[in-house]
T-cell receptor
Framework: GNSVTQMEGPVTLSEEAFLTINCTYT??????LFWYVQYPGEGLQLLLK?????DKGSNKGFEATYRKETTSFHLEKGSVQVSDSAVYFC????????FGKGTSLLVTP | DVKVTQSSRYLVKRTGEKVFLECVQD?????MFWYRQDPGLGLRLIYF???????EKGDIPEGYSVSREKKERFSLILESASTNQTSMYLC?????????????FGPGTRLTVT
């Protein structure tokens, strides 16, 4: 069945550091891929998405490219801010979404 | 703006009580979902519904039931609450078909069963 594996956290970075959160998937067919973000005390918000191979999703300085050959959808940001501290979830589409376990990011000043 | 609301942000119940968690969406979405979120386990699907009065079991339906009498409302029911149901519960909705099955989430209900 479909599944998502993402790197375990927590990840701690200094402000303005480069961020990568790894996500790989197993799926039949051609799923859509998503990154969701959960800020403290809130529900999940869609951060970015990609529907087919080589698509790049981007939002708020975050980017992820749908790589079919490596079955990956890694999240990157060139310069993180304290306000990016949150939990990040990779997900792929089925009838419902299949989520990874989440990666907690803490950005320090 | 898209909106999914949940009836309570925090709830404390006793073991054996019947618990109702309510979710309402204002986007006329066909699909609605209930997940629970636990540290180290991510989000796990409990039940989903693709139409009024229709429901499908997710990955962990045991101990739960659901009700969808109106399109905009999806209720999660804990028939007899137990301490292992202490968790964060998240409701979501999405369009049925066509394009990206993006889900919109509510703020969550943190349930504690004592």
């Amino acid at each position: 069945g479909n599944s998502v594996t993402q790197m375990e956290g927590p990840v701690t970075l200094s402000e303005e550091a480069f961020l990568t959160i790894n996500c790989t998937y197993t799926a039949t067919g051609y799923p859509s891929l998503f990154w969701y973000v959960q800020y403290p005390g809130e529900g999940l918000q869609l951060l970015l998405k990609a529907t087919k191979a080589d698509d790049k999703g981007s939002n708020k300085g975050f980017e992820a490219t749908y790589r079919k050959e490596t079955t990956s959808f890694h999240l990157e940001k060139g310069s993180v801010q304290v306000s990016d501290s949150a939990v990040y979830f990779c997900a792929l589409s089925g009838y419902a979404l299949n989520f990874g376990k989440g990666t907690s990011l803490l950005v320090t000043p | 703006d898209v909106k999914v609301t949940q009836s309570s942000r925090y709830l404390v119940k006793r073991t054996g009580e019947k618990v109702f968690l309510e979710c309402v969406q204002d986007m006329d979405h066909e699909n609605m979902f209930w997940y629970r979120q636990d540290p180290g386990l991510g989000l796990r699907l409990i039940y989903f519904s693709y139409d009024v009065k229709m429901k499908e079991k997710g990955d962990i339906p045991e101990g739960y039931s659901v009700s969808r009498e109106k399109k905009e409302r999806f209720s999660l029911i804990l028939e007899s609450a137990s301490t292992n149901q202490t968790s964060m519960y998240l409701c979501a909705s999405s369009l049925l078909t066509g394009g990206l099955p993006e889900q919109y989430f509510g703020p969550g209900t943190r349930l504690t069963v004592t």
